[in-house]
């Protein structure tokens, strides 16, 4: 079985190589963060218990686990 950083990082990788070039005066992950409507956001799921809970628990929103989420395209990642 292979998941996490390893799986995460080249797919990510290859999805802001897709997007193309940041918008004029940003940075590419500056796109993500203004876009996240465009991510998928994952509600369920743990990696573990700890405090404060959304560091290990999937929630609504922005948590640990998932961060924003996960692409739905490459609409998140372009300026």
Same mark, same amino acid.
Do not use: K
């Given at each position: 079985? &292979? ?5 995460? =990082? @080249? ?5 802001? $190589?897709? $997007?193309?070039?940041?918008? $004029? %005066?940003? &940075? @590419? ?10 991510? &998928?956001?994952?509600? $369920?799921? %743990?990696?573990? =218990? !700890? %405090? @404060?809970?959304?560091? !290990?628990?999937?929630?609504?929103? &922005? ?17």
């Amino acid at each position: 079985m &292979y998941g996490g950083t390893s799986v995460a =990082s @080249p797919l990510i990788a290859a999805v802001y $190589a897709d $997007a193309g070039a940041p918008g $004029a %005066s940003t &940075y @590419p992950a500056s796109d993500v963060y203004s876009h996240t409507g465009s991510l &998928y956001d994952v509600t $369920a799921g %743990s990696t573990t =218990s !700890c %405090s @404060p809970a959304y560091l !290990c628990t999937a929630e609504v929103g &922005y948590d640990g686990p998932t961060g924003w989420g996960t692409p739905d395209g490459l609409a998140a990642f372009v300026g």
